[in-house]
């Protein structure tokens, strides 16, 4: 099993739409969580930090559910510019392992 | 500007032959990252370190080296015993391995093997 999983994707929708995605980690000692935006052959960025009661930022709205180890994203209005691929960030703490792990991400494609 | 500078950005190598990426951060990061990301694939951590002097195998160290002999400075020699080496390198660095902490990246080096 991975350690982070993500529907790959892609999601097509039409600007405007409401579209939400889901990662599942599998390490119940995982301290804290992201989601990073990708464009095509650039570098990832952060797009928000998740935490417990969760957040907000604009049309952005991340949520986290430690008991069934879940993390969700929601883009509302969505934008042409939102076209990209959200990655799911954990950043994992176990024997032998400190570091930040990355999901596969998830592709949108919003259409005009 | 604060950052993480990758060089080169495009970087192209004979086979048998090994190669060093440049990374450079002057943010005062602590911790600081390499990973690779293959087309429609996610990121896979190579090595990562948490201090000066101090580096720890990702998981797909193999064929791959290392050093931190400096706290702004984390290069990554992609050696030949790598089988396919041809990818996609991203730095990052943070702030220390502690919770709550994201990473930054620089804007990565295409290796591609001839």
């Known amino acids: 099993r991975k350690e982070v999983e993500q529907d790959p994707g892609p999601f097509n929708v039409p600007e405007g739409a409401t579209v939400a995605f889901n990662c599942t980690y599998s390490?119940?000692?995982?301290?804290?969580f992201f989601w990073y935006r990708q464009d095509c052959r650039k570098e990832p960025k952060l797009l928000m930090s998740?935490?417990?009661s969760g957040n907000e930022d604009g049309r952005f709205t991340a949520q986290l559910n430690r008991a069934s180890q879940y993390i969700s994203l929601l883009i509302r209005d969505s934008k042409l510019s939102d076209s990209a691929t959200y990655l799911c960030v954990v950043n994992e703490d176990r024997p032998g392992r400190r570091a930040l792990t990355f999901g596969s991400g998830t592709r949108l494609q919003v259409q005009p | 500007d604060g950052g993480i500078t990758q060089s080169p950005k495009y970087l192209f190598r004979k086979e048998g032959q090994n190669v060093t990426l440049s990374c450079e951060q002057n943010l005062n990061h602590d911790a600081m990252y390499w990973y690779r990301q293959d087309p429609g694939q996610g990121l896979r951590l190579i090595y990562y370190s948490q201090i000066v002097n101090d580096f720890q195998k990702g998981d797909i160290a193999e064929g791959y080296s290392v050093s931190r002999e400096k706290k702004e400075s984390f290069p990554l020699t992609v050696t030949s015993a790598q089988k396919n080496p041809t990818a996609f390198y991203l730095c990052?660095?943070?702030?220390?391995?502690?919770?709550?902490?994201?990473?930054?990246f620089g804007q990565g080096t295409r290796l591609t093997v001839v």
């Open positions: 990052a660095s943070s702030i220390g391995l502690n919770a709550h902490t994201e990473a930054f």
């Open positions: 998740v935490y417990s």
């Open positions: 390490n119940s000692a995982s301290q804290s």
